[in-house]
């Protein structure tokens, strides 16, 4: 089994990122998603107030109707 | 029944004291039983001594945080006490956090209670009376409500009363000798699932004569949509470990009382949604809702199959239906949409026959808020409302032309038609008013100074009209949401707060993402919201929620223009017709009657009752 | 029936590891086989570390006897073929047999008592072979089996020094001579002392679990022939008590119910030290019950905490074969190493024989 089988369906990653703007703030974070191995993910929301932006992304592991990880059964026992 | 005393033995093994034993030791003494309680930090040798040295202990219950080693350290106490030959005189029960049950069974204790217990929970475990050791006891208590059960549908405004009656006797007349697709469809649908065999038989080879498009292609060639695969049996089979999930988690109800909460789900793909859905049943929804792709709503016809797709809104199939209801607690509402397109009688009937509890209906939406045809929808909609009172499903109308601008009177009168014609049907109606940051209040500002008064004036409104249960959707707080997930919570519970203050009988309730329209609601969001309101309801208990004296000026502005909207319908002397012409919301609202189905309307061959 | 106990001296030992063997060897020989455990076992994801850890993976036709509460865990297909009297925290005791492979998850009896009358349920239902899966380090009810397979591993220890001392401690405790057949030695509930004169000086309760109680103990033992300790004897007390005594035991015979009433409260080594002292001063240490020791597995992973999370880690492969070389009599096995299988062979060979001893020709 693998971890991320056992994930619903997304992961978010909520920081705060020292950034003048949200648009800097939205490649500083899609570029950390990126380095963290997701394929699959977005920019949930920003909101840049005082040194830098709020910042929650997300990443899709399972999207509805791909196979899911969490229904994977192990080979079955015995042999 | 009076219970015979118990003698406790109450042991906080971490060093530090420990307030939930404190609580327990409280409520077991008032009850009359006897405790002792230790000193906190003894080894578990130690405890053994005591249990020897106080003769006639019954129950032990170690308090202790869990960590790695704490747990062989728990173990080696039982082990102790059953060498020590006392395993038989003792129950051992272990509590703290980080115990779940199966680290209690682990450990080898009789019962875990995990953080959130209740010291009753505990009385009741050594009372012997009932309790389930993986859950609060409180499931068992929890009935499946009737939300239009008390309500006597008993109009306290007489005018707008005989409005309605001219009205709808108008629509029962005018749809009496009029057919359409949709129709025709719920009836073979109907006679192939009582007569035929799964969805052979009964007629069923006429139903794709009635089906137009993509899903006609489907039953022709059997050709699926684009991005749509049948789920395989490995997929089906593998849920299983699914089933009775509850039953495994500790079901989060909010202690007081309040509207039941119902959540939406519709993620595509019906696995994904047993899922969310038995997260959410476990996080307090007393009810869900299915939510049907948009796409479905404008095609004849419905497809067949265990089906999923990588779009919003799940299929409507007989089988996704069946599939969900089987994982669907048996105490949880269900509703099934059937409100706003081509295929609404036919919707009923599934949900009917698949045993949902509740529907959803409302032609004045349908046409001015989802593109449908009037003439058409209100045809299908009467018919819609014959098989709701044929399976005797509820019925929500809901009121979302709100959101494209139509002024809540207008959608009111609309709203009202629809509950007045599924009475006269013999229908239960359930009137759903939006909590909603709608066009009108933000053209008008009556939203400026707070979010209270014009939603409270609403239920005041309708209460003065007529005596019928209230459900505000849905979600409540539309347009107040942000794609920030505690911004969107906190609206959320506190516009479940004051639905609660008012005293309406449900809610439905959007998850945190409700307003991000990048991807799939994830199943933490739906978490987030139902977290949120349980929290509402523990802070405001019974208190309420005081609005200005506005709500009542705007109550009764809104009763005014009910009555003069409804007025006008009735003398136009057409329901259709007040739709196309604008009475109940036009052009200059935002609202414009829609196209959808236009030109399908048959007239009615000899009439075969079903 | 031949019932076979899984204990560790801790968690992730390789219990399950070891247990899976078992099952799939006797599913191959067609043997009827019954599946219980004292604890709680069979999904992924350890409660405390979160670490990953093998599956139960169980061949169809087993009996099972798990709490309800596991029911909906489990991939294996099953028939509920009996209810017993007992519950756990999980809820009531079922006797299931299985109708396809799959994983299981197993909560059986928490005490000896309650394993007992499991015992007859499989014993009724036609089971040749028991295995019964420990949990933690709990040794307490494996009194009611016939053979112990004994796990141990870094997770108990991860200094191998320790380690091979703790297992060689556990081996000799496990050593122990049972009481002769003819020995008519009355070992009641309670601590008691056989005095050259006849007499029998009895002490409550039967548990050595306190000072007070070694220091009244001691001054008696240089009068007595016999010392019977039925309850738990804690090793670090048991040491303590050859410490007082004066004059060694020469020519004394001390009764111990069982393996376990020494092991269970965690301090191996000072028991088997007590013992070796008792024995050099021309003592009789035996037990009442021997529970013959099949085999010792030793696991080298253990989960090793960083900050609040826990993650994979493994003690050398090579030294810790080579430490616990001549350790045992009994085969030591690393249940990580790809062929554990001619060490559990010849374990399994033991509960072959006995099996087949058990049966009555003909039949």
């Known amino acids: 089994m693998q971890y991320v089988e056992r994930i619903l369906d997304a992961v978010d990653i909520e920081t705060f990122i020292l950034a003048r703007e949200e648009g800097e703030a939205k490649g500083l974070m899609e570029g950390y998603m990126a380095d963290l191995g997701f394929t699959d993910y977005d920019i949930v929301f920003l909101e840049q107030v005082g040194p830098g932006v709020r910042a929650r992304a997300r990443a899709y592991l399972h999207r509805p109707g791909s196979p899911y990880g969490w229904l994977a059964e192990d080979d079955k026992g015995g042999d | ?610 | 029936m031949f019932r076979v106990g899984f204990a560790g001296t801790a968690k992730n030992t390789g219990k399950t590891t070891a247990l899976m063997y078992f099952l799939r060897r006797a599913s191959i020989r067609g043997e009827q086989v019954g599946l219980t455990g004292i604890g709680y076992d069979g999904e992924e994801i350890d409660h405390l570390t979160g670490l990953v850890k093998p599956r139960l993976k169980c061949p169809a036709g087993t009996l099972i006897v798990t709490a309800k509460g596991c029911l909906d865990r489990m991939t294996a297909t099953y028939r509920i073929i009996g209810k017993l009297p007992l519950s756990n925290a999980l809820g009531q005791l079922l006797l299931l047999k299985t109708i396809s492979p799959g994983t299981v998850v197993v909560a059986g009896p928490n005490s000896g008592k309650d394993l007992r009358l499991t015992m007859d349920f499989f014993q009724r239902a036609g089971c040749e072979l028991v295995l019964v899966d420990g949990a933690f380090g709990r040794l307490g009810p494996f009194v009611e089996v016939d053979g112990l397979i004994l796990a141990t591993g870094a997770a108990r220890s991860a200094n191998i020094i320790n380690l091979v001392e703790d297992t060689r401690a556990f081996s000799r405790v496990f050593a122990l001579p049972a009481l002769r057949g003819r020995e008519e030695i009355q070992v009641g509930s309670s601590i008691s002392l056989h005095l050259r004169d006849g007499r029998v000086k009895r002490l409550q309760p039967a548990s050595l679990v306190s000072e007070s109680l070694v220091a009244a103990i001691a001054p008696m033992v240089p009068y007595a022939s016999v010392i019977s300790l039925p309850g738990v004897v804690p090793g670090d007390l048991l040491w303590q008590l050859c410490q007082k005594v004066e004059g060694g035991f020469s020519g004394k015979t001390m009764v111990f119910s069982d393996p376990t009433k020494l092991l269970l409260a965690g301090n191996y080594e000072r028991a088997a030290a007590a013992l070796a002292m008792i024995v050099a001063s021309g003592g009789r240490p035996v037990v009442k019950r021997r529970i013959p020791l099949l085999a010792l597995t030793v696991n080298p992973f253990y989960p090793l905490q960083t900050k609040n999370t826990f993650r994979r880690a493994f003690i050398n492969d090579d030294q810790l074969k080579e430490a616990l070389r001549g350790v045992s009599q009994v085969p030591v096995l690393n249940v990580k190493e790809r062929e554990p299988n001619y060490y559990l062979d010849i374990a399994n060979g033991k509960v072959r024989s006995e099996l087949n001893s058990q049966k009555v020709p003909g039949t």
């Not at chain 2, 490995?234 to 009775?244: A, C, F, G, I, V």
């Not at chain 2, 629809?418 to 008013?433: D, E, K, M, S």
Request: net charge neutral; hydrophobic share 40%.
């Open chain 2, 1 to 610: 029944m009076a219970t015979r005393k118990k003698k406790i033995l109450l042991v906080p093994l971490d060093p530090v004291h420990d307030m939930g034993l404190k609580l327990i030791r409280k409520a077991l003494a008032d009850n009359g039983h006897a405790t002792t309680l230790l000193p906190p930090g003894l080894k578990v040798h130690e405890v053994v001594e005591w249990i020897i040295k106080e003769a006639g202990i019954e129950f032990v219950l170690v308090s202790r945080t869990l960590g790695y080693r704490v747990g062989e350290l728990l173990a080696r106490f039982v082990d102790l006490v059953e060498a020590c030959g006392l395993r038989e005189q003792v129950t051992l029960l272990v509590g703290g956090m980080a115990v779940r049950p199966e680290l209690a069974a682990e450990m080898g204790f009789d019962a875990g209670f995990g953080p959130g217990t209740s010291p009753e929970e505990v009385v009741a475990f050594i009372e012997g009376r009932h309790f389930t050791p993986w859950g609060k006891g409180e499931e068992s208590s929890r009935k499946k409500r009737d939300l239009t059960s008390g309500f006597s549908y008993i109009y306290k405004n007489k005018g707008i009363e005989r409005s309605l009656a001219l009205i709808t006797g108008e629509i029962i007349d005018w749809v009496s000798n009029k057919t359409s697709p949709g129709v025709e469809r719920a009836r073979i649908r109907f006679r192939s699932l009582r007569e035929g065999e799964g969805d052979k038989g009964g007629g069923w080879e006429k139903y794709q004569d009635y089906c137009a498009g993509p899903i006609a292609q489907y039953y022709k060639e059997g050709r699926l949509p684009r991005e749509t695969r049948t789920l395989s049996e490995d997929e089906l089979r593998s849920l299983r470990q699914y089933k009775n999930w509850e039953g495994q988690s500790k079901i989060i109800r909010p202690g007081v009382v309040g509207p039941d909460i119902f959540i939406q789900y519709g993620t595509g793909c019906p696995l994904m949604d047993i899922l969310h859905i038995k997260t959410g049943e476990a996080w307090g929804a007393a009810g869900v809702v299915h939510f049907d792709p948009s796409e479905g709503a404008r095609s004849e016809g419905l497809l067949g199959g265990y089906l999923s797709h990588a779009q919003d809104g799940t299929l409507l199939t007989w089988e996704n239906l069946r599939l969900i209801k089987c994982f669907l607690n048996p105490l949880t509402l269900w509703q099934v949409r059937a409100h706003r397109g081509l295929n609404t009688p036919e919707t009923v009937v599934l949900a009917g026959e698949a045993g949902a509890d509740l529907t959803k209906i409302n032609m004045a939406y349908a046409s001015l808020g989802a593109g449908m045809d009037p003439a058409r929808i209100t045809v299908d909609g009467v018919e819609a409302l014959r098989w709701a009172a044929h399976y005797d499903l509820a019925l929500d109308v809901v009121t979302n032309e709100e959101l494209s601008g139509v002024p809540a009177h207008k959608a009111f009168a609309g709203m009202l038609i629809v509950a007045h014609l599924a009475l006269q049907l013999g229908a239960r109606p359930i009137l759903q008013p939006l909590f909603c940051y709608s066009p009108e209040v933000m053209l008008q500002g009556q939203m400026r100074d707070n979010y209270i008064d014009f939603n409270a004036a609403k239920i005041l409104a309708l209460r003065q009209i007529i005596a019928a249960p209230l459900w505000p959707g849905a979600p409540i707080g539309f347009l107040t949401h942000t794609e920030d997930r505690v911004q969107s919570s906190v609206t959320t519970a506190l516009h479940a707060c004051l639905a609660r203050s008012l005293g309406v009988q449900a809610i439905s309730i959007a998850s945190s993402d409700e307003a991000y329209a990048g991807g799939p609601i994830a199943a933490a969001s739906r978490v987030d919201t139902l977290r949120a309101v349980q929290e509402g309801f523990r802070f405001f208990g019974s208190a309420n929620i005081q609005p200005t004296p506005r709500a009542r000026e705007w109550a009764g502005e809104l009763i005014d223009g009910i009555a003069r909207v409804l007025t006008d319908v009735a003398n136009s002397g057409s329901f259709v017709q007040s739709l196309y012409r604008g009475l109940l919301g036009g052009p200059e609202d935002g609202a414009y009657p829609g196209r959808i189905g236009r030109g399908t309307l048959r007239r009615k061959e000899v009439e075969k009752d079903v």
